[in-house]
Each structure stands twice: as structure tokens, then as C-alpha cells.
């Protein structure tokens, strides 16, 4: 088996799953027989195809970080507004079906912090994609921009984090909705 060549097809489809299994169970499942009989592999399967538990993980978290930032940025629709943007993230990541997909990055996030040679990409990017994306917001100046997207992108994470860990919609929701007020007010 180690000298057949990797079907990628197969592969990506693997990795899709795994990265599903990793929402529904989180890290702490992360060994390759749990993992496989969730998928209905061999274990040897997941070693042919992703090599190390470290190197498959590595990748579930770039497949997790993008996969997050499509469908945010999918939300908000082209060209938005700073205030549309921040507004649809929010909504994408505080509605309760995503609660165990962002458990997941938040402990992916945590282990990355931890480890942070290990996951340098994961790193690199879970801040700039963001950055990037609402520098570009066409209401935004670039003297304050990235001051601004810093702002929102640690302002949505704190509440989502809280949301998480509290289960307080009503107090978070509120705290988000005067924070995507002050955004759509600002001139």
C-alpha cells in the first residue's frame, strides 16, 4: 500500500469528512481509529492518505479555516460595505447551527497558539484572510483600515468566544447589535 500513488480525488473527499468528523467530535477524538470507523476506513487508509496524525490534522484546520471564510465571505456577497460584511459574518457565526464548527476553530485555534511552528499556516492566515478581506471593504480609508479590521475581526471573534462559552444569546446579541450599529453609523 505505502507505494501506491495518493488518489487526491479521494483524498479531498477524506478530508471533507474528517473535517466533518472533527466538528462533531472535536479534537480530543483525533487518533486514527476512532476517526477511521467514524468514516468507515482503515486506519491505513487515513495513513496513505494523509500520512502523520499531525500532518492530517495540519491540513483539517486549512480545510476548516477556508471552508469558514467562504461561507462568511459568501454571506456578505461581493464588494460589501465594512458594516455589511461585519453584519453577515456575525450572523454566519452566531447562528447556533455553527456553534460546534466554531468550538472546533477555537480549540484548533488554541492547539495552533501551542504549536505555533507545527501550524504556522493555520496562523499566517485565520488573521490576514480577514484582514485582507475587509481592508478592502470600499467604505474603507486605508489610514484607518487596518485599525478597523482589527477591530471588528477581535470585537466578532470576543463575542462569538463568549456566546460559546456563556450560551447568553440575548446578552451577546445585544453587545453584537450595538457594535454593528456603531459600524453602520460611522461615516
Known amino acids: 500500500m505505502a507505494g501506491r500513488p495518493v488518489d487526491y480525488q479521494r483524498r ?6 474528517v473535517v466533518d468528523y472533527m466538528v462533531e467530535h472535536g479534537l480530543s477524538e483525533l487518533s486514527w481509529r476512532p476517526v477511521a470507523a467514524g ?8 495513513v ?10 495540519q491540513v483539517v484546520l486549512e480545510r476548516l479555516r477556508r471552508r469558514m471564510f467562504a461561507a462568511t465571505s ?13 453584519r ?28 505555533p511552528q507545527q501550524f504556522a499556516d493555520f496562523l499566517d492566515h485565520v488573521v490576514t484572510d480577514w484582514m485582507t ?10 489610514e484607518t483600515a487596518a485599525r478597523t479590521a482589527t477591530l471588528v475581526i477581535a470585537t466578532i471573534r470576543g463575542l462569538l468566544l463568549d456566546l460559546l462559552t456563556t450560551g447568553d444569546r440575548n446578552r451577546v446579541q445585544d453587545a453584537a447589535e450595538s457594535f454593528l450599529s456603531a459600524l453602520e453609523r460611522r461615516p
Not at 456578505?76 to 455589511?84: C, E, I, K, N, V
Not at 452566531?94 to 464548527?101: I, T, V, W
Open 74 to 86: 459568501d454571506a456578505a456577497g461581493p464588494h460589501p460595505d465594512l458594516a455589511t460584511a461585519a
Open 48 to 57: 496513505h492518505h494523509f500520512g502523520t496524525k499531525e500532518q492530517m490534522l
Open 133 to 142: 478581506s475587509l481592508r478592502e471593504a470600499p467604505d474603507v480609508d486605508t
Open 39 to 46: 468514516l468507515g476506513v482503515s486506519p491505513t487508509t487515513l
Open 88 to 115: 453577515a459574518v456575525w450572523t454566519r457565526t452566531s447562528d447556533p447551527r455553527m456553534q460546534a464548527e466554531f468550538r472546533l476553530f477555537f480549540a484548533a485555534y488554541g492547539r495552533a497558539l501551542q504549536a
Open 12 to 17: 479531498d473527499e477524506l478530508l471533507d469528512a
